[in-house]
């Protein structure tokens, strides 16, 4: 028997400091690697990135980023849009000579049934179903306040 005992240790950890933790959401922000290659550059284990992205003030910050990134496709797509229902005119109107009647009449398809409806339409009525209950309660409430002092004053 040797002497020596051949162990396999797993690497330590670097714990992961401010400036390193901001470094890490630059990387983030910029998509510089994906999760496997964010651990690995920065030394940490699927865990170590778990608990650092579950922290209340990370999650925060890469939560808003997300929102902003969804706003901006979401403005990027609403510019391309109009541009393609433009192109869409200039065909159902026979401006654009390279068209032919089946394509303008596709385009004129295409225009009748473009969804106008603006993207947060769902956000709004959802509002206005919470408003509405909360109105519901306010009515329900002032009835109820009215049928006392209307009991108490018989």
């Known amino acids: 028997m040797?002497?020596?005992k051949s162990r396999?240790?797993?690497p330590r950890r670097k714990k992961?400091?401010?400036s390193r933790?901001?470094?890490?959401?630059r990387d983030i922000f910029e998509a510089r690697h994906d999760l496997s290659?964010?651990?690995?550059?920065?030394?940490q284990t699927p865990e170590q990135l778990s608990a650092w992205a579950n922290?209340?003030?990370?999650?925060a910050v890469l939560r808003g980023l997300c929102e902003l990134a969804d706003l901006q496709t979401q403005l990027?797509?609403?510019?391309y849009r109009q541009l393609a229902v433009g192109e869409l005119i200039r065909q159902a109107t026979g401006e654009d000579e390279r068209v032919t009647p089946e394509q303008a009449r596709k385009a004129c398809v295409d225009l009748l049934r473009a969804d106008l409806n603006p993207p947060n339409a769902n956000t709004a009525a959802e509002a206005d179903a919470s408003s509405n209950t909360e109105q519901d309660d306010l009515r329900a409430l002032r009835d109820a306040l009215f049928d006392q002092a209307e009991g108490g004053a018989s």
């Open 55 to 59: 922290d209340a003030g990370n999650r």
């Open 8 to 10: 396999s240790r797993k």
């Open 37 to 43: 290659g964010l651990a690995e550059v920065y030394d």
């Open 21 to 25: 933790a901001k470094a890490m959401l």
């Open 76 to 79: 990027m797509l609403s510019r």
């Open 16 to 18: 992961l400091t401010a």
């Open 2 to 4: 040797s002497g020596t």
